[in-house]
């Protein structure tokens, strides 16, 4: 599968852990910024492809300086797509009210925090409830209250008017996480899709739990990008660093895990790269503007 003799590449970037250590960044370095511009000059098409909503990636674009108005995107781990130009939403998997309810109540009774992001739409308000919160927990809704905003307290989730949101979510230690998956997997089974990743933040000790619409991940976003493109998945690179990856290394045709990526991870992709304190991503998106990746031969 080589750039230079089938033409454009499609080049998923996931962005935390990936481009981004968001233990101590929250702004694009410039090689990698320097990087990405490069691919896609080299004539490829290069989306984000991330667990943030809208609000908070155009935050870190507009910190960063960066940020092309045809940038496609798959955001909240495939909740919501942007590409085609100009830009415009792709899908949307929205849960509805009696979903958001359920899932909040399961959380509750798995002694977790929810937080519940609300559509682009509605602004992308995250919501969460005044009750104690884990020092990770809190460590992301301040930096998130700092750098995007659009956040809301409230005493009781379920007492709010909801009918539509894109997430519920948390997190916390991992054996909580994993109870709490396996009781929304049970009581809720085909209706969502629940996606655990590890939290950058508390030394990998803490994990994220993510409810979407059942429809949402990483992979399936990565083909509808494909399509609008026109740009088969068997031409498209993927690159990430977390669980919530997976679905999109095995929709990509070729898939790249960071060094310091859990070993399932590393496992599942076609190689590893450096770490990204290195610039590990940056060092594979040199290469495919550069003409010289992927390899002809796995």
């Known amino acids: 599968m080589s750039a230079t003799q089938n033409g454009s590449l499609l080049v998923a970037v996931d962005v935390d852990g990936t481009l981004l250590n968001t ?3 929250d702004v694009l370095g410039s090689r990698e910024i320097e990087a990405m511009n490069a691919v896609r000059a080299a004539g490829h098409v290069l989306a984000l492809c991330t667990g943030r909503n809208l609000n908070s990636i155009v935050g870190l674009l507009e910190q960063s300086r960066w940020d092309p108005e045809d940038l496609p995107m798959v955001l909240l781990n495939g909740a919501v797509v942007w590409g085609g130009r100009p830009r415009r939403k792709l899908s949307c998997n929205i849960l509805v009210q009696q ?3 359920e ?6 009774e798995h002694d977790t925090v929810p937080m519940v992001y609300g559509t682009d739409d509605d602004g992308g308000v995250l919501h969460h409830e005044t009750r104690p919160l884990n020092d990770i927990l809190s460590r992301y809704i301040g930096n998130r209250r700092q750098t995007v905003g659009a956040i809301l307290a409230c005493d009781d989730l379920t007492a709010l008017a909801w009918e539509q949101a894109l997430e519920v979510g948390t997190i916390d230690r991992e054996d909580k996480v994993r109870a709490l998956s396996a009781a929304i997997a049970k009581r809720m089974d085909g209706q969502v899709k629940v996606i655990n990743t590890r939290s ?6 803490y994990y994220w739990a993510e409810a979407f619409h059942a429809d949402s991940d990483k992979g399936k976003g990565l083909k509808i990008l494909a399509a ?3 740009i088969p998945t068997a031409r498209s690179v993927a690159i990430g660093d977390n669980y919530n990856d997976l679905d999109m290394f095995a929709a990509a045709g070729f898939s790249v895990a960071m060094a310091g990526s859990p070993d399932e991870v590393k496992a599942s992709a076609d190689m590893v790269t450096g770490p990204v304190d290195d610039g590990g991503a940056a060092e594979i998106l040199e290469k495919i503007a550069a003409g010289d990746f992927p390899p002809e031969e796995r």
């Not at 899932?103 to 509750?108: A, H, K, S």
């Open 23 to 25: 233990e101590f960044e």
């Open 103 to 108: 899932l909040v109540c399961l959380f509750r």
């Open 228 to 230: 609008e493109c026109g």
């Open 200 to 205: 950058l933040l508390g030394g990998g000790q």
């Open 99 to 101: 979903q958001i309810l």
